[in-house]
């Protein structure tokens, strides 16, 4: 398959729904062959963001660029984009290959090109065997590739992704992300992809955008973000489990900084049995065995903390236990939730 | 299982069974039977005369007239009926502003007994004091006898048809294309599909189950057409709006030829048992169920 690449720039782009703000001046350059992950809680504006780029949605205001020419009147065809929707979007009264050929059937693309550029998708994404069924006669990892492969074929210079692996079971959300990730490597495409998974956004990002009530809390790549998170919202929404926050009195024990108002740890760096700073004695309310680790739930003077242990020596629920944590991979945050 | 059990299936069924032997399947072998019989009128009294109905109703050039006009009728409501509501169902869901009014105001015509509004359209095609006439008058066009003239009359109780059934084939319209999800549309347009071709690429395969469904509807419908006609025209004039369906009625309560009545609803069934066949066969080819 050809290589597509193109660079994406958002400058100050809004979108109002009535009175309803969902993007506040939102500005993201994009790099060619660059995969950026929207990532976010439901209702932060991501998909309405990726919608605009697709042409989909028109920006209040601002400019949205592909290739350094503004498409904010140009309609979604002449973009240059291919979309992959969280429900597939596969016609199902077409069969797969006439799903993967309709775009090119309808820009004139000459037959053999056709065939070509069809046959080139369904031995990348395996769908050969495919071909001459109708989606609902697919699985939905089958759907999904579908969904890639039409993409594929129009040779787009820009892939956007919305939440792609949402309705597919946790099994092949891990065997398609792997799909996607080896397609990027092999294609080199500019891919902007939406999901409320930050583990996708891990796995899958050159650069993840944090977006939280239709901004951007901070753009960076995977392990940036999860090593120096500049929000308290980017420091709780990256990481599995989320980081623990502690706040009051346990602020004095850990020896917080003029100003903190909460300070953040992750689970890896909350330790139970020895460490270099003592939080006092909790309670164990839940354990969570995950083969070769387990996530210890502790609650600690009004504090819920989690740790993880390694091993299985796990303690008993309802159990006290000292806790301790490395004071040298505390995160400070104000009362804003700026990290300080 | 034991036999209560067993039994209760049948007693489940039985008011339904029950209702269909006495007023469909009864009626209807009975009609089979009358047909090839020579029935006094205002008599029980009848003669087994074989396919002497039928030959008669083959050779009467009315019947022949009464089947053109049948033909003319249903092309004249199936079609525009189909292709009216489709447009307005497609613009009201393009545009939800005005949907609820719009769906109400179309609908309206349904909720109207058939008399009613033939004595509606009575007062419509009045040549003198109607409002289509005068509206004519206003453009400067001299409006016909609608309902009197050989030429017009069929045309004006198809009109009256179609503005009848108009809201419910909306309303099923309305219903198929809101289930196509709009993500297709969209994938579509990414697709670069234009207007025309989202609608014919993607909307029409996917609403073709309604279109189907109505379709088969309003043709057995229009085959069965009565009570407009007979308010408005009658059959008249000279035989122009006399369907099949009206040509039974009168042999049947008019001119009390039962037997040969008989012989007309057999023939009717017949037709719109081959109209729906057809229709199920295209279906196979053309309509995509999901």
């Known amino acids: 398959m050809g290589v597509y690449m193109a660079s994406v720039e958002i400058q100050k782009v809004r979108k109002c729904f009535g009175e309803t703000e969902v993007l506040k001046e939102v500005s993201l350059s994009i790099r060619e062959g660059e995969f950026v992950v929207l990532v976010g809680p439901s209702g932060c504006g991501k998909s309405t963001l990726l919608r605009m780029v697709a042409g989909l949605e028109l920006p209040t205001s601002g400019t949205i660029s592909i290739d350094s020419k503004v498409v904010n009147t140009v309609p ?7 979309m992959v929707f969280q429900n597939y979007a596969l016609y199902p009264h077409m069969t797969v290959r006439d799903n993967l050929s309709f775009g090119l059937k309808l820009a004139h693309v000459a037959i053999p090109e056709i065939e070509k550029r069809v046959k080139e998708a369904a031995e990348v994404l395996g769908l050969v065997k495919h071909l001459e069924k109708k989606p609902g006669q697919l699985s939905g990892g089958q759907k999904q590739r579908v969904a890639m492969g039409r993409a594929m074929v129009r040779q787009p210079k820009v892939f956007l992704f919305d939440e792609p692996l949402s309705n597919l079971d946790a099994q092949l959300r891990v065997k398609m992300r792997t799909e996607i990730s080896h397609l990027h490597r092999r294609l080199h495409a500019t891919s902007i992809y939406v999901t409320h ?12 955008a944090v977006m939280n009530q239709g901004q951007l809390e901070q753009v960076g790549s995977p392990l940036e973000l999860y090593q120096n998170p500049r929000t308290r919202f980017v420091a709780s929404f990256i990481g599995t489990p989320s980081m623990n926050f502690v706040e009051g009195e346990l602020l004095y024990l850990i020896k917080a900084p003029h100003g903190v108002a909460s300070a953040g740890f992750r689970p890896e760096n909350t330790f139970l049995k020895q460490g270099k700073v003592s939080l006092g004695e909790g309670q164990v309310v839940l354990v969570e065995p995950l083969g070769s680790i387990a996530y210890i739930h502790i609650s600690l003077k ?22 301790f944590i490395d004071d040298s991979k505390v995160f400070y945050f104000d009362s804003q939730g700026k990290r300080i | 299982m034991n036999r209560r059990a067993s039994l209760l299936p049948w007693g489940l069924l039985f008011p339904t069974m029950a209702i269909l032997s006495i007023f ?11 047909s090839f019989q020579d029935v006094e009128p205002l008599s029980k009294r009848s003669f087994f005369i074989g396919f002497e109905n039928y030959e008669v109703l083959l050779k009467s050039p009315d019947y022949w007239q009464s089947a053109r006009v049948t033909g003319s009728f249903l092309l004249l409501t199936v079609i525009p009926s189909l292709v009216i509501s489709l447009t307005i169902a497609v613009f009201l869901d393009a545009n939800p502003f005005f949907q609820n009014g719009f769906r109400t105001l179309f609908l309206l015509p349904v909720a109207i007994s058939s008399s009613m509004a033939a004595m509606l359209w009575i007062f419509i095609y009045n040549p003198t004091a109607g409002f289509l006439n005068y509206f004519l008058d206003v453009l400067g066009i001299h409006g016909p006898n609608w309902l009197a003239d050989p030429d017009t009359a069929l045309i004006a109780v198809a009109i009256s048809t179609v503005w009848k059934e108009l ?3 909306i309303i099923f319209f309305l219903a198929g294309l809101s289930a196509i999800p709009n993500e297709l549309k969209e994938a579509a347009e990414l697709d670069g599909a234009n207007g025309w071709q989202i609608f014919r690429n993607v909307t029409l395969p996917l609403l073709s189950p309604t279109l189907f469904f109505v379709s088969v509807v309003s043709v057995i419908n229009s085959l069965q057409s009565f009570g407009q006609i007979h308010i408005l025209t009658t059959g008249g004039p000279m035989g122009e709006t006399t369907t099949l369906v009206y040509n039974l009625y009168r042999d049947a309560f008019v001119k009390f030829r039962t037997g040969l009545a008989s012989s007309e609803a057999v023939v009717l069934f017949t037709l719109i048992m081959i109209a729906t066949t057809i229709q199920f066969r295209l279906a196979k080819k053309r309509v995509h169920y999901g």
């Open chain 1, 76 to 82: 979604p065809k002449s973009r240059g984009v291919a």
């Open chain 1, 197 to 208: 998974d930050q583990v996708e956004a891990m796995t899958l990002a050159d650069r993840i």
């Open chain 1, 302 to 323: 009004g504090n819920y903390l989690v740790s993880e242990m390694k091993g299985h020596d796990w303690p008993e629920i309802g159990s006290t236990t000292e806790v």
């Open chain 2, 24 to 34: 469909v399947i009864y009626p209807a072998i009975q009609s089979l039977i009358l």
């Open chain 2, 167 to 169: 809201g419910f084939n």
